[in-house]
């Protein structure tokens, strides 16, 4: 039987904070854990653009995930079997928070408010349910409306041309 005397102190240790950062960096204090487990876990920024994207790609009225450019290196990426999910989203990740900018289409005649604050709730959930940091902000960015037919349009002149 383990006594307090038996135990020992442990000290947490803490990044310093970046200036301009949206999120807590500094480490949190350490918990009690199993005896059998041990180690760290590291998630990488891409990881949470990457359910936050999906998570945005899964509301109706969101037709594509980043702003003109993007969306035209992510048609190339498609060809080519390639997509990117985290196309249009930047992340900030802390210890144990994160921040996220996404900039998306919206489908219309789909009001452009309701899928904002749809993405915001399915962003903010998704990343605090599949990988557990608490989401500080989702700024979410429309930067055009898609008008379907638009694209049978675009691609008929294409082909006359």
Do not use: C
Request: charged share 20%; net charge negative.
């Amino acid at each position: 039987m383990a006594t307090e005397n038996d135990k020992t102190a442990t000290t947490a240790t803490t990044t310093p904070a970046i200036p301009g950062s949206r999120v807590d960096r500094t480490a949190p204090a350490p918990r009690d854990t199993d005896a059998h487990t041990g180690g760290t876990t590291v998630i990488a920024d891409g990881v949470v653009a990457k359910v936050a994207g999906i998570a945005a790609r899964e509301i109706p009225g969101v037709h594509a995930l980043g702003g003109g450019g993007a969306r035209a290196l992510g048609a190339i990426r498609n060809a080519i079997n390639a997509t990117d999910l985290g196309q249009g989203v930047k992340v900030e990740v802390g210890e144990t928070q994160a921040a996220v900018d996404l900039t998306i289409v919206v489908e219309y005649p789909t009001p452009v408010h309701q899928v904002a604050s749809q993405v915001r709730d399915a962003v903010a959930g998704a990343i605090t349910r599949l990988v557990g940091l608490e989401v500080v902000e989702v700024n979410v960015t429309v930067d055009d409306v898609h008008i379907p037919g638009d694209d049978d349009a675009e691609h008929e002149e294409s082909r006359v041309s």
